[in-house]
């Protein structure tokens, strides 16, 4: 399978697809949507095979990362930079993840905007390859390369397509990211310089890290600060935690959300958020095991406040949309929270978490999508009584609902289960703490699902008609993964668990955690 690159063909396969799309013309929609489908399902029929494969699969060599599929070739030989892609149970299941998400919205994109639809799906499979570079590179330059390209068609998606403050919130969120890459490519060109190995290639600064400094000293007060590899790593901390987003560095989140129409949000939501979870594990982990285990506790504790912030956020709106927002944000800090416990079964849970939440997320904007063009309002104390008018989407609803609070049998719960199995080994405080975002985020979800799926019907309900049936096909196999992964999670944990005690491995320091007493 190696004498194929099907890692490069994930990269090239959907941006092809976007030039195809220029030769068509703007009117004949129907052709505009299949061609953009078909790459899509080309993709993810590649990234399925590839992550079937995976358990399969000897790591390549004896490099300290077990990257089962690999292509590396010379890129620039004079700074050492190469092309290096790697596929590993932790990128496997994002890159699956990426492109079944793309699918869904492939399909779920309306052709009511003629005009603009081949600009909408041409901008959308170049999206898709450069989330994919990012997630396959294995060449630091290389990814911050694909980590910055994904931002020119996510600037043209977020401010051409949506609401009308859609231009200020895509700025603010484009400002934010490139701000922390600034800082991360500074972060990159420290490691290129101090490493032992002048390279760019994450496996040869895993094996030749630069050598370990002492702390510095403030000249002429004598006040110690941090060595230089935790500002470097500080620099890969900032922008993954603003593209996560952890808190403080959330504030972009709630308005691009409400002001994203409900098919971009499916990936947006769904796998973008998704890059700092990943950053922080592929780079963080791996280059900075002592940094990580210096920040820990301030990271495992910026999760928990999201959590919480996210989840009281979620219960005092009344916009259907700010309320999957901050849902999302809650859901975003137990996904930090499993990382930043530094054990197997917190980032094993991080991982199956990242890929439940992607498919759960998507399910719902796309329902409050379904439900804001048929009634014409998001205030959901304007909508009531629609399990009455929109039975088959009751259904699919109340299944995302309950996955969305955590429910046994759904696949959120699994996921959720072992970040706080994680949390609990690693601080008891903050698991407590933890888990009163569950308790609220029952609240809020089954609050938003009787608001609007029960009482007597309103003025904007009145005369609404159920889901059609590709509506209902496209949501269909996003609430049968829900149940799938609920009941039979173990095809996501055989392949994240080995992926997760490799991190853990590489990162793992001698370093005594604070006493909480007993």
């Known amino acids: 399978m190696n004498r194929v690159p099907w890692l490069t063909l994930m990269i090239v396969l959907p941006i092809g697809g976007a030039m ?9 929609t129907s052709v505009i949507r ?5 790459f899509a399902t080309a993709v993810t029929c590649i990234a399925g095979g590839l992550l079937f494969n995976l358990p399969h699969m000897a790591a390549s060599g004896t490099q300290p990362l077990s ?6 070739r010379d890129w620039i030989p004079a700074i050492s930079a190469s092309y290096h892609l790697g596929l590993d149970g932790l990128s496997g299941w994002l890159v699956m993840l990426n ?6 919205a492939a399909l779920a994109v309306s052709r009511s905007d003629a005009e603009r639809l081949r600009r909408y799906c041409a901008l959308m499979l ?4 450069a989330i994919a570079g990012t997630l396959l590179a294995a060449d630091l330059l290389l990814f911050y390369l694909f980590w910055e ?11 051409g397509f949506g609401g009308p403050r859609r231009g200020q919130a895509t700025l603010k969120f484009i400002v934010y990211t490139i701000a922390g890459s600034l800082l991360m490519l500074v972060a990159i060109l420290w490691l290129y310089f101090a490493s032992g190995a002048h390279s760019f290639d994450l496996e040869s600064l895993i094996i030749n890290p630069p050598p370990a400094q002492s702390v510095m000293v403030i000249p002429g007060i004598n006040v110690s600060t941090f060595t230089p590899q935790d500002l470097v790593f500080i620099g890969f901390a900032i922008a993954f935690a603003i593209k996560l987003p952890l808190v403080p560095f959330h504030t972009w989140l709630p308005e691009l959300y409400v002001q994203s129409p409900a098919t971009t949000l499916v990936f947006f939501a769904g796998i973008v958020g998704k890059m700092g979870a990943y950053g922080f594990i592929r780079y963080g982990l791996t280059l900075f095991p002592s940094s990580i285990n210096t920040f820990k506790w301030l990271f495992a504790a910026l999760a928990v406040t999201g959590i919480i912030y996210g989840a009281l956020m979620a219960l005092s709106e009344r916009d259907i949309k700010r309320i999957l927002a901050y849902a999302s944000l809650s859901h975003l800090g137990f996904i930090a929270l499993g990382i930043f416990t530094l054990t197997t079964n917190g980032i094993s849970g991080a991982i199956i978490q990242m890929v439940n939440h992607g498919i759960i997320i998507a399910a719902l904007f796309l329902i409050a999508g379904y ?6 309002t998001r205030d959901l104390s304007e909508m009531a009584g629609l399990e009455k008018r929109m039975p088959w989407l009751y259904v699919l609803f109340l299944v995302a609902t309950l996955a969305s609070l955590g429910m046994p049998g759904t696949n959120s719960f699994v996921g959720e289960f072992a970040v706080m199995l994680g949390a609990f080994q690693l601080g008891w405080p903050l698991a407590v703490v933890a888990l009163g975002g569950t308790v609220i985020a029952c609240w809020y979800m089954l609050r938003l699902h ?8 309103k003025p904007a309900t009145e005369h609404v008609h159920d889901i059609r049936l590709s509506e209902g096909l496209v949501l269909a196999p996003l609430v049968a993964l829900i149940i799938l992964l609920g009941v039979f999670p173990k095809p996501v944990g055989d392949i994240a668990s080995p992926a997760a005690s490799q991190y853990v491995s590489l990162a793992s320091q001698p370093v005594a955690p604070p006493s909480f007493g007993t």
């Open 20 to 28: 195809l799309l220029q030769l068509v013309p703007a009117r004949m």
């Open 34 to 38: 299949g061609v953009t489908v078909v």
């Open 371 to 376: 439900i804001e063009r048929r009634t014409g």
């Open 450 to 457: 009787q608001g609007l799926m029960h009482d007597p019907l």
């Open 149 to 159: 390209g994904m931002l020119i068609p996510l600037y043209f998606i977020l401010s």
């Open 99 to 104: 492109s079944g998400l793309f699918l869904v």
């Open 67 to 72: 990257l089962a599929f690999q292509e590396q």
């Open 126 to 129: 170049v999206s898709e390859g």
